[in-house]
């Protein structure tokens, strides 16, 4: 693999605002060149990693303390199908990617039953 020059550095910018507990009670996020403006509120970060030194992941999931149950599960689905597309682009593997896909859909159907019960 050969090594290319950096032409050009962007940054992304992560805030955490924690309660008296350290529990994250507000989450922004900064990307002016992707065109998020500044400090632009969220309720949960799904962060994931690839530690080239460790060759291992490394990831940080945070989400404030009125993140509803119901909105975690559909950002749990929606991360799924979009995991499943990054297998599909980045490996071409079109059966795993529909696979996951298909358990995302299961995963879902399962959880809003639950909250049926």
């Known amino acids: 693999m050969t090594k290319s020059r950096i032409e050009h550095e962007s940054e992304i910018r992560l805030k955490v605002g924690l309660d008296a507990h350290r529990n994250p009670i507000k989450l ?3 990307a002016e060149e992707g065109g998020i403006e500044p400090d632009r509120e969220v309720k949960a970060f799904f962060l994931t990693a690839w530690d080239k030194k460790e060759n291992n992941s490394m990831r940080m999931d945070l989400w404030t303390t009125d993140f509803m149950v119901e909105e975690m599960q559909t950002l749990i689905f ?11 682009r980045s490996t071409g593997d079109e059966k795993s ?6 358990f995302a859909s299961e995963l879902m159907q ?7 019960e």
């Open 78 to 88: 929606q991360h799924l199908m979009s995991l499943a597309d990054v297998v599909d």
């Open 97 to 102: 990617a529909e696979s996951l896909r298909s």
């Open 28 to 30: 922004s996020w900064t």
């Open 110 to 116: 399962q959880m809003q039953s639950k909250e049926l």
